[in-house]
T-cell receptor, first 112, second 116 residues
Framework: QKEVEQNSGPLSVPEGAIASLNCTYS??????FFWYRQYSGKSPELIMS????GDKEDGRFTAQLNKASQYVSLLIRDSQPSDSATYLC????????????FGAGTRLFVKA | DTGVSQDPRHKITKRGQNVTFRCDPI?????LYWYRQTLGQGPEFLTY????????KSRLLSDRFSAERPKGSFSTLEIQRTEQGDSAMYLC??????????????FGPGTRLTVL
């Protein structure tokens, strides 16, 4: 079992729709969770971080965390073609340090 | 531009040669991370430093890989006796120790290594 799992996609949504990206993780003691966006040929950039169960909203982005189910998701409202990228889920497992484990990413295409 | 720089941006080498990459983090950041990324995969953790101390190193890393961060500023990643399987993008990231349990990592542009 991979430490962080994501559906590789591609996920295709029309412009203006809600894109839903999902991630599961194996270390039940994990405390810190992140969503990064990576455009083709570029480096990852942080979109959201979440540490507590529930929802966290930032503009068009909402991160959702359910530690009991070991599940974290990212919702993108009013999707734009510029949102087309690979979305990486990242987790810091409970090691007492800051080693960060990334999933393989989900490719999102937003059709105009 | 995040403020994290890496040099070189591209490196082509022959199998068996040694290569060294450099990362300059954002100046006030005390944590520095190295990752390796291959096509279609997420970044794979290699190691990280807090100031000059190397706190964790991936078990996946063979003895051919070594990293240093003298004086807690820039860092170097050396790969000895390169193999074709080492071909990848090598990413550096830095972060600042804040009051939260974890903090934002800012990534550099990466060094693309091709081993012939």
């Amino acid at each position: 079992q991979k430490e962080v799992e994501q559906n590789s996609g591609p996920l295709s949504v029309p412009e203006g729709a809600i894109a839903s990206l999902n991630c599961t993780y194996s270390d039940r003691g994990s405390q810190s969770f992140f969503w990064y966006r990576q455009y083709s040929g570029k480096s990852p950039e942080l979109i959201m971080s979440i540490y507590s169960n529930g929802d966290k909203e930032d503009g068009r982005f909402t991160a959702q965390l359910n530690k009991a189910s070991q599940y974290v998701s990212l919702l993108i409202r009013d999707s734009q073609p510029s949102d087309s990228a690979t979305y990486l889920c990242a987790v810091i497992p409970y090691t007492g340090g800051f080693k960060t484990i990334f999933g393989a990413g989900t490719r999102l295409f937003v059709k105009a | 531009d995040t403020g994290v720089s890496q040099d070189p941006r591209h490196k082509i080498t022959k199998r068996g040669q040694n290569v060294t990459f450099r990362c300059d983090p954002i100046s006030e950041h005390n944590r520095l991370y190295w990752y390796r990324q291959t096509l279609g995969q997420g970044p794979e953790f290699l190691t990280y430093f807090q100031n000059e101390a190397q706190l964790e190193k991936s078990r996946l890393l063979s003895d051919r890989f070594s990293a240093e961060r003298p004086k807690g500023s820039f860092s170097t990643l050396e790969i000895q006796r390169t193999e074709q399987g080492d071909s990848a993008m090598y990413l550096c990231a830095s972060s600042s120790q804040g009051t939260s349990a974890a903090d934002t990592q800012y990534f550099g542009p990466g060094t693309r290594l091709t081993v012939l």
